[in-house]
């Protein structure tokens, strides 16, 4: 599943190639209208398929924007201004292209699920191998209940002490590190992959339960968090099976990585434990996480 890095360069690769452009039409894949007709929330979520064509043709993207996970695309119009919030779920990606054909990876030809024409000529689309992914409209952010739940951003002044306040909240205090930090109240846009590294970066086992953690070492996690998904961000993303940028491009970040997806622990070179915690697949050094 994206992370916080790999949303963000969707964002970066998206932003100059749509930012000021007029949608002019939109059109739906059969395996849409199909999940739609079944009574399923298929990518188009919130909304019936005609409600939403109607409300965002002829309007202009004026920004956007990436919150934790999810991208936001700012639209206006003469009536004001309304959101898309998307999702890409497992293996979601978006495309701006001339056509369909242009987008040159097999799987997200077949799998394309929303095509948003533009004023340029060019097409703005989401593909989603598994459809897990969603795009949402609301007239105001504050109505989205999944964006208001999340913590702030992790680079933003005062995320740290966020973090630390959140983890002596009571729910927390008997769960296992690793599943705390993968849940975006806690800390922004940090999933299974990021939550690996940075737990390796700053030598704490997963299976450490939050109650038995020092307020030092608690900061000295945020700070290996924050530093990893800055390492995601700089190196392009992860690509571990489907994710790609808006160029078609895979990330670098997992030629980075020191215990993720590894057999052996890049630091002191002996064998990857694994476990499952919190239904994720879990990797870890018993002798440099403690």
Known sequence: MPELPEVE??????EPKVTGEVIT???????????KEAGKETIIKGIDLESFRERVIGSRFKSIDRRSKYLIF??????????????????GAYFVVDT????????????WHVELELQSGKKLIYSDIRRFGEMRLAKHLEDAAQIMAIAPEPFEEGSEDYFIRQLKQKKWQQ?????????????????????????HTAAINPHRLVKDMTE??????????????EEGIRYGGSSISSYRNVEGESGQMQTR???????????????????????RNTHYCTHCQK
Do not use: W
Not at 25 to 35: L, Y
Not at 100 to 111: E, L, M, R, V
């Open 74 to 91: 700012t639209l206006e119009n003469e009536f004001g201004e309304q959101f898309i919030i998307s999702h890409l779920g497992m293996s």
């Open 25 to 35: 039409g939109v059109t739906f894949s059969d395996k849409v209208h199909i999940g």
């Open 175 to 199: 769960k296992k590190i690793k599943e705390a930090v993968m849940n975006h109240s806690v800390i922004s846009g940090c999933g299974n992959i990021y939550a690996c590294e940075g737990l």
């Open 257 to 279: 990585f020191k215990i993720y997806g590894r057999q052996t622990c890049g630091t002191c070179g002996r064998e990857v434990e694994k476990a499952v915690i919190a239904g």
């Open 9 to 14: 360069h969707v964002r970066r690769g998206l």
């Open 216 to 229: 030092d070492e608690q900061r000295r996690l945020f700070k290996a968090l924050v530093a990893s998904l």
């Open 100 to 111: 369909i054909d242009d987008i040159g990876i097999p799987n997200y030809i077949n799998h």
